[in-house]
């Protein structure tokens, strides 16, 4: 039985992951800061297996002490998707270290300490798959650079695990996701003073496919790149975006 861990799944794109995961037949760790209860409940609704872990992913304790309790739940990871992400958005001149470090840690520590921790189990198995999320804001974003920066490392830091971890079995790969009507874009618009109808609009009209993305969307790709089959593909950043150029 194939056994899954999701950063960030208590909403949004981290909740769709796990239920696509469990969908495809995998058991499914729910890890987040806040309540992941509705998570939890619609994997199980779906036949599998669901633990919902509180833990910090920017501390090493947490990380070790949250796989522990996965691995007691379910048994042993196979699939990691380090998808737990935060925004403090701010032009350059405005932003201040605290804004700089929270986004840069979460997105990055978070995806170091748990790759660090799923990795041992996966090279002792064999096998494994490691999807970690990006953004097409990768390639800047204006009053982002923080998360900017934060998502370009994200993908040097898969491509580096894919040449490390190849050997044994495992590969690591990217998705960056567009725009998505997700909680967190729909708060980009709110901090921007804009209505979310004109701002999506506007985001999606010179898109080829003029529609929003869904986090079900990004979690199609997630599952592909997570799967047996793609066994073949490493250190791959799939972008799905709708078409967007960057």
Known sequence: MTVAVVTGAARGIG?????????????????????????ERDVSAL??????VGADVTCAKDVDAAFHRI??????VQVLVNNAGVTRDALL???SEKEWSAVLDVHLTG?????????AGMVEAGWGRIVSLSSVAAHGNRGQVNYSAAKAGIIGFARTAALELGPFGITSNVVAPGYIDT????????????????????AVADLPV???????????????LASREASYI???????GGGLRV
């Open 15 to 39: 909740a769709a992951i796990a239920v696509r995961l469990a969908r495809d037949g995998m058991d499914v760790a729910v890890v987040d800061l806040t309540d992941s209860s509705d998570t």
């Open 47 to 52: 036949g599998r297996r669901a633990s919902g």
């Open 71 to 76: 691995e007691q739940d379910l048994g042993p």
């Open 93 to 95: 001149f405005r932003m």
């Open 111 to 119: 995806a170091f300490l748990m790759t660090r921790r799923a990795q």
């Open 183 to 202: 909680p967190m874009l729909r708060a980009v618009a709110d901090r921007t003073g804009r209505e979310w109808g004109p701002y999506a609009a506007a």
């Open 210 to 224: 003029r529609r929003m993305g869904t986090s079900e969307d990004v979690a199609a790709a997630v599952a592909f």
């Open 234 to 240: 490493t250190g791959e950043v799939l972008n799905v």
